[in-house]
């Protein structure tokens, strides 16, 4: 029996007579022409400037809030810095980055205190996490039986523990209603400026604003 041109084909391309080329390697950089070199290089370039506005479109790490005990708290934090929250409680960051200066090399003190700081935090975490839990909001739902009834009442006791107004001394200072949030050009500048001002002891995200001040050497009234 006649063996088929494919398998003809295919015996050639495993005894190494005859099938498809193979593919030509990639040229070496020095062997591309400047214009080839050139045009290699812009797509190189624009990719990484797309790559960059990827990021900074989607990064939503370039924001830190510095949270308070007291209602009077964030506005005495921010006039000890020298700065100004608009009505959302939003700071420039670079208006604060600005208002503190430039800041004295960090002592082995200051280090210490930032230290300490955040393991004080760590551990109201910690008890934050295995502490009570918070209320049931359908604990008070009287059920009938009827499914409409009792939906209609779970809603609305869902409903109302949502609109509840904010807990004004939470056990958890981060869960605080009191806060300011300063807001960075890029996640790389928000963490420059954490790592230039000692704050990154604190966190990253949601700091205790009285030992940021006190990291920063703001006066405020406790």
């Known amino acids: 029996m006649p063996l088929s041109d494919a398998a003809k084909a295919l015996l050639a391309a495993r005894s190494g007579r005859g099938g498809p080329p193979p593919p030509k390697p990639e040229p070496e950089p020095e062997d591309l022409d400047a214009e080839e070199a050139e ?17 900074l479109a989607t990064d939503s790490e370039f924001w830190l809030a510095f949270c308070f005990r007291e209602p009077r708290n964030p506005a005495e934090f921010c006039a000890a810095a020298g700065v100004a929250a608009d009505d959302r409680g939003y700071v420039d960051g670079a208006a604060l980055t600005a208002a503190l200066g430039e800041r004295p090399a960090r002592t082995a003190r200051d280090r210490a205190r930032a230290m300490l700081a955040s393991r004080s935090l760590a551990d109201d975490a910690t008890d934050r996490m295995s502490g009570i839990p ?19 009442a779970e809603l ?3 409903h109302a523990a949502l609109n509840a107004p904010p807990d004004p001394s939470p056990p958890y200072l981060l869960d605080s209603p009191h806060w300011i949030v300063a807001h960075f050009p890029s996640r790389d500048i928000k963490e420059a400026f954490l790592a230039d001002t000692g704050l990154d002891a604190l966190g990253d995200k949601y700091l205790d604003g009285h030992q940021a001040a006190k990291i920063l050497q703001l006066k405020m009234k406790e």
């Open 39 to 55: 045009r290699r290089r812009g797509f190189r370039e624009r990719a990484r400037r797309e790559a960059e506005r990827f990021e």
């Open 134 to 152: 918070r209320p049931d909001p359908l604990a008070n739902v009287v059920y009938t039986g009827d499914l409409a009834t009792d939906a209609a």
């Open 156 to 158: 609305i006791a869902l």
